[in-house]
């Protein structure tokens, strides 16, 4: 439902508006390839863990934000492709 409204607006005439959704949608779409990609390579995969497969977090404090923002463009490597 989100995409579609997304799509819709991001041929908006307000430059800001439509950007802004063309950003959004290719975020979202990168989130769900990831995913569906993730979901791939865990097929089959045992649980030895017990924890799902999830790995754990670390970060200090200096590497959050204290702005509670996530950057919508993932890096990308010296070639230009997406990293994960």
């Not at 993730?38 to 404090?61: F, L, T, Y």
């Amino acid at each position: 439902e989100s995409l579609r409204v997304l799509k819709e607006y991001a041929a908006d005439e307000s430059v800001e508006v439509g950007e802004t959704c063309e950003i959004a949608v290719d975020y979202i779409e990168w989130k769900l390839r990831r995913q569906r990609q993730q979901e791939e390579d865990d097929a089959g995969q045992e649980d030895i863990n017990g924890d799902g497969g999830i790995p754990p977090v670390a970060a200090c404090a200096c590497m959050i934000s204290p702005y509670n923002s996530i950057d919508p463009a993932p890096p990308e490597d010296q070639d230009g492709t997406e990293t994960d």
